[in-house]
């Protein structure tokens, strides 16, 4: 019963942060709505008690800020059009990508040390397991509010 409880939880405010996007808001509110849920999610999938969540959250978004910031910078050939690179040019992007996938390989590792402090590491295998449920989710949800109704 709780689990289903925190399903449906999960999915109203997957659907809140939709309908913003629907009503035309700015990202800015649609991603606070979507970072809440995620939270309220990883702290449920977790199994967090408020003693480890209030040190764990802040070591989260820091670590979740950083990644970002290496997969923004890993995007090779966004916005370029191959035929025009040479050979030369496409392998420096690709190894400017590797480079890349090692450094956030480096941060998973660094942070997994630094959230065994004050997670176990069943939360923490918990935690990345749920990151991949909750984007699976995420995206469902997402491409079903693409397609919409059928039209006649």
Same mark, same amino acid.
């Given at each position: 019963?709780?689990?289903?409880?925190?399903?449906?939880?999960?999915?109203?405010?997957?659907?809140?942060?939709?309908?913003?996007?629907?009503?035309?808001?700015?990202?800015?509110?649609?991603?606070?709505?979507?970072?809440?849920?995620?939270? &309220?999610?990883?702290? $449920?999938? +977790?199994? /967090?008690?408020?003693?480890?969540? @209030? *040190?764990?959250?802040? %070591?989260?978004? =820091?670590?979740?800020?950083?990644?970002?910031?290496?997969?923004?910078?890993?995007?090779?050939?966004?916005?370029?059009?191959?035929?025009?690179?040479?050979? &030369?040019?496409?392998? $420096?992007? +690709?190894? /400017?990508?590797?480079?890349?996938? @090692? *450094?956030?390989?480096? %941060?998973?590792? =660094?942070?997994?040390?630094?959230?065994?402090?004050?997670?176990?590491?069943?939360?923490?295998?918990?935690?990345?397991?749920?990151?991949?449920?909750?984007?699976?989710?995420?995206?469902?949800?997402?491409?079903?509010?693409?397609?919409?109704?059928?039209?006649?």
């Amino acid at each position: 019963m709780k689990t289903l409880r925190i399903y449906t939880l999960f999915f109203a405010l997957i659907s809140l942060a939709f309908s913003a996007q629907a009503q035309g808001r700015r990202g800015g509110q649609r991603g606070e709505k979507i970072d809440a849920a995620r939270t &309220a999610f990883l702290t $449920d999938k +977790m199994k /967090l008690t408020p003693e480890q969540a @209030q *040190k764990f959250w802040p %070591l989260y978004n =820091e670590f979740d800020a950083k990644r970002k910031e290496l997969r923004q910078k890993g995007r090779p050939f966004k916005g370029q059009n191959l035929e025009t690179l040479s050979d &030369a040019q496409i392998k $420096d992007q +690709m190894t /400017l990508m590797f480079d890349n996938r @090692q *450094k956030e390989l480096n %941060l998973d590792k =660094e942070y997994a040390d630094k959230f065994q402090k004050v997670i176990s590491v069943r939360q923490l295998a918990a935690m990345y397991k749920g990151e991949r449920e909750f984007t699976k989710a995420l995206l469902q949800k997402l491409n079903e509010s693409k397609v919409g109704p059928a039209e006649d």
